[in-house]
């Protein structure tokens, strides 16, 4: 089984910045991408930011020059360090992990439980 733990949110002011992490363990033969999708109340989930297992980016253009996405490998862990927040950024953060268990697995889907970002004054 794989699982994705995610940590990091909280309350913050508007211009502050907050850092997710999500860890990812189990059995895990390698990853094709890891993401930060987030969820606002009564809008649809959308992406935030990703890695490839190449190492480039995607940004929404909405955070583009604001939030930045990286990993440690050799942790399987994903950070989001997000700066200059906005109410606007409240949402539900997913960590998302597309990745292989064993070479004889298709890539699969895997998400985490969600952390509370929320920005108010």
Do not use: H
């Not at 910045?17 to 991408?33: D, E, P, Q, V």
């Amino acid at each position: 089984q794989v699982q994705l733990v995610e940590s990091g949110g909280g309350l913050v002011q508007p211009g502050g910045s907050l850092r997710l992490s999500c860890a990812a363990s189990g059995s895990i033969f390698s990853f094709n991408a890891m993401a930060w999708y987030r969820q606002a109340p009564g809008k649809q989930r959308e992406l935030a930011a990703e890695v490839i297992s190449a190492g480039s980016t995607n940004y929404a253009d909405s955070v583009k020059g604001r939030f930045t996405i990286s990993r440690d490998n050799r942790k399987n862990t994903v950070f989001l360090q997000m700066n200059s927040l906005q109410p606007e950024d409240t949402a539900v953060y997913y960590c998302n992990a597309r990745l292989q268990r064993s070479w004889r697995d298709p890539i699969t889907n895997y998400w985490g439980q969600g952390t509370q970002v929320t920005v108010t004054s």
